[in-house]
């Protein structure tokens, strides 16, 4: 298929807190992080951090992927900091998509929620800690770039993640694509500089496993920015607060709507009960996890009277970070 789509008060009184977030002290030690060398691109909107994986792949064993504390905590200063900034402007763009392939012979497990082989957990070190977010390899001309929160590769703002990998198809501790250890980070600035919400995605770049790009081995979503707002989207995330365990992917599907409580992150919500752990699951337009990406799992709030899962406008300035992934080496 050829197409092009491109790739987490009455209320304001919802503080940090009510991010959905599970949090239990951090990982082990954690391995050495690489020197900062983030480089403006794009008339100075993406930030990039190139990271030495070589070693992330082993860092990561089965005990300490399962014993990650999930990276939705990572995103509650930026919230926090974000109930009290001025409204934003909507992003408007032309509708840009980017056709996706599915992986070669691959099958899936069959469990309660099946595996799907490109969504799959990230893991990472950040500030001495081990976390865990969720993530999607996307379409991309390297073959290699993966979809996941903002939060999920830099604190906003901050420093940028270390031991850096993807997990696709992850269940129970398995692997059963491998590790996919990251070689480049990607932000847009807005959200490295600033934790600001209205732009929380990211996209990590990862090398060769065996000899083989990512793409190649388990397909890749296509993605699509500047759609129109009001969509039906079907939400994929690893949660692993109660009473989720982590170990198993789920999802949610309905019709977006506003944040009603931040409208100032521009932000759309869909009807979800997926808790931490959940952050940086992709979003796709439709029913399936064929659609096109358009968002991904950023924030929710525990004290709110129903429950929803809010994901970023995927608009202009998100997807020059994903260009700027999807081109890189």
Known sequence: ????????????????????????????????????????????????????????????????????????????????????????????????KITGKAGKGKTVLHVDENPVSHIGKVFFTMGGSNYVCSGNSVVSNNKSTVSTAGHCVNEGPGAFATNFVFVPAYLDGAAPYGKWAAKALYAPTQWSSAGDMQYDTGFAVVSQLNGQSLADVVGSSGV???????????????????????????????????????????????????????????????????????????????????????GPYWGSVIQQAYSSASSAN
């Open 224 to 310: 699509q920015f500047n759609a129109a707002r009001g969509l039906t989207y079907k939400s994929y995330g690893y949660p692993a607060a109660a009473p989720f365990n982590g170990q198993s992917l789920v999802s949610c599907t309905g019709p977006a709507s506003d944040d009603p409580y931040n409208p100032q992150f521009n932000t759309q919500g869909i009807p979800c009960d997926m808790t931490g752990g959940s952050s940086g699951g992709p979003w796709f337009i439709g029913t399936s996890s064929n659609g096109y990406q358009n968002s991904i799992n950023s924030y929710g709030y525990s004290g709110a009277p129903s429950k929803v899962m809010y």
């Open 1 to 96: 298929m050829t197409k092009s789509k491109t790739l987490a008060t009455s209320l304001l009184s919802l503080s940090a807190a009510a991010l959905l977030a599970v949090c239990a002290a951090g990982g082990a030690q954690a391995a050495p992080a690489s020197p900062q060398d983030v480089s403006p691109q794009n008339g100075g909107q993406v930030a990039i951090q190139s990271v030495d994986g070589s070693n992330a792949a082993d860092y990561w064993t089965a005990d300490r992927m399962r014993a990650a504390v999930p990276g939705d905590v990572l995103a509650a200063k930026a919230l926090q900091r974000g109930n009290t900034s001025s409204a934003a402007a909507v992003e408007k763009g032309s509708s840009t």
